[in-house]
């Protein structure tokens, strides 16, 4: 019999792809040890991670932000390739979210002394659902609270305490509970894009607590995200890499008690994958580090012609699938078509504000009706960086997924509506009061161009980022960690082989989903399981 070199296919090149190929091959090419390829579906490397361009400035497509930079393994790497500086803008590069303007619909500027006493609340109670302030009432098994009732808890608590319903005068028809709850509601808008929920409400409370982040600051990538994927993937051989190469089927042979299939005096390899264009190859292992999104849509039996396993996963690898949350989340960037004019008495020309918006209620008869739905959960528009001409907005949920169909025009116009009903002769809220003076501020805004993420319906992603959703738990990201079959025999190779199906990506780590840096260490769990397979380390 001829023995083999084993095959190990990764598929994705992702950030969890590249990181796993970046190991076996280090360890591994020197000796010759693997046959190791990528295969991608789509058309370029980075996955979730798309740096582009737009408007003559360098955007994120998706992932953005390094999340503490402290002990980071990103971080550290885009050290070490000097990424972090550039001689060109970037997006968010001078954290302008800390010269906020926030307004509330009708025109009213608010005074921080309105809007800091709401976000101390929200952050204090989000300070207790992540675990960093415990007490009696956060403490032991809460069921299935969500973090979206426990913050509304907090807030009606908050109201209980500290003031009754007033009427605001000469402030429109907002009363203070009610421009308490829409800056509240802002916040929560915020959390949405952070966590990919489409509603709180749908969040599990007890897991967040779970949830780690590394110390030290927040920093986005002057080089863009993609110089990270472009240096794992550049110590790889031309070819290992190969792109539009879509996986639809993979063949797997779950535990059994029959031999394995013998062809032409060679032990056959158990795994066997079929892609879109007719072509079957066959592995060793496979690595699948696909998004959450689309093993969902594999355990769907609705002949999508999606990723397909087969025999079908297990039921406890399925159930937690269908347990887990994945979410959509866009980002809409529009191009200024001329520097914007901001004219007042005394005042110079000035950019566009970094825009924090209160909205009222969809459900209030108070709403502004050329305000369109899709925009009115958002939490901020500005500028990419102090002075860009390109502005920036998140969307979260049904709202993200109505941005992917709407046609340009009508972007436009629907965010040039909102803007003109919060920017257009605005009034000053002080210490709660209504200042009697009209400003002459006036904002005449066009956009000549826009950028819109679609990760919803792209079908290589069906989403951005996983959460952990009620009746789900941190064990259900363990249980989509674990390889196929979940049992070796030791009377291999009678038996199934081992490892033949190994799981990567942000919603395979229990403590750094959602992230880069999930993907990244979940890519080197991997790669670091077949080498000790292999007694290589």
């Not at 039996?301 to 025999?311: A, E, Q």
């Not at 951005?464 to 941190?474: C, E, K, L, P, T």
Request: proline share 5%.
């Amino acid at each position: 019999m001829v023995v083999k070199k084993p095959r190990i296919v990764i598929i994705g090149a992702g950030m969890a792809g590249l990181t796993a190929a970046n190991k076996l091959h280090s360890v591994g090419a020197s000796k010759e040890l693997f046959e190791v390829c990528v295969v991608e579906g789509g058309n370029r490397i980075g996955g979730r991670i798309n740096t582009s361009e737009f408007g003559g400035d360098r955007v994120e497509m998706g992932a953005t932000w390094i999340h503490g930079i402290r002990g980071s393994p990103i971080h550290k790497i885009a050290q070490q390739i000097h990424a972090l500086e550039s001689d060109q803008p970037w997006e968010c590069m001078d954290g302008n979210e800390n010269m906020a303007t926030t307004i509330a619909e009708g025109g009213f500027v608010l005074n921080p002394s309105v809007v800091d006493p709401i976000t101390k609340l929200f952050n204090n109670l989000m300070d207790h659902v992540q675990g960093k302030i415990l007490t009696t009432k956060t403490k032991g098994d809460c069921g299935n609270l969500s973090i979206g009732s426990f913050l509304r808890r907090g807030l009606d608590a908050y109201w209980g305490s500290t003031k009754a319903e007033e009427e605001l005068e000469g402030f429109g028809k907002w009363s203070s509970k009610s421009l308490d709850e829409a800056i509240f509601a802002m916040h929560e808008n915020t959390q949405r894009t952070n966590t990919s929920a489409a509603d709180l409400f749908n969040l599990d409370f007890s897991a967040e607590s779970e949830y780690q982040m590394f110390p030290g600051d927040e920093t986005t990538i002057a080089k863009g995200y993609l110089s990270i994927i472009e240096s794992l993937a550049s110590v790889l051989p031309p070819g290992l890499v190969q792109l539009g190469r879509k996986v639809t089927r993979i063949e797997w042979q779950p535990e059994s008690n029959e031999p394995m299939n013998m062809e032409n005096g060679t032990c056959s390899r158990p795994v066997k994958l079929h892609f879109c264009d007719g072509s079957i190859v066959s592995a060793d292992h496979v690595i699948v580090t696909v998004s959450l999104g689309v093993l969902k849509a594999s355990i769907r039996d609705d002949d999508s012609g999606m990723l397909m396993f087969h025999p079908p996963l297990p039921s406890f690898k399925a159930e937690a699938i269908s347990r887990l949350g994945f979410g959509v989340v866009n980002k809409l960037f529009m191009q200024l078509s001329s520097p914007h004019e901001r004219r007042g008495e005394h005042e110079q020309s000035k950019g566009f504000p970094f825009l924090q918006m209160v909205f009222h209620s969809p459900h209030s008869e108070l709403r502004h009706k050329k305000i369109p739905w899709w925009m009115r959960r958002i939490a901020t528009l500005s500028p990419i960086y102090n002075n860009s001409s390109v502005l920036l907005s998140w969307f979260a949920g049904e709202e993200a997924l109505a941005l992917e169909s709407l046609k340009d025009e009508e972007i436009i116009k629907g965010v040039s509506d909102t803007i003109s009903c919060f920017l257009f002769h605005p009034l000053e809220l002080c210490n709660g009061n209504v200042s009697s003076e009209k400003h002459s501020n006036e904002y005449k805004v066009k956009f000549s161009e826009v950028l819109k993420t679609q990760w919803g319906t792209d079908p290589l992603f069906l989403g951005s980022y996983s959460h952990v959703a009620i009746g789900s738990s941190g064990d259900d990201l363990d249980t989509l960690a674990e390889p196929l079959p979940k049992f070796s025999s030791s009377n291999y190779p009678s038996a199934s082989p081992p490892l033949q199906i190994l799981f990567a990506g942000e919603a395979t780590h229990r403590t750094y989903y959602s992230t880069t840096h999930g993907a990244y260490f979940s890519g080197l769990r991997e790669a670091t399981r077949l080498l000790q397979h292999y007694s290589l380390c």
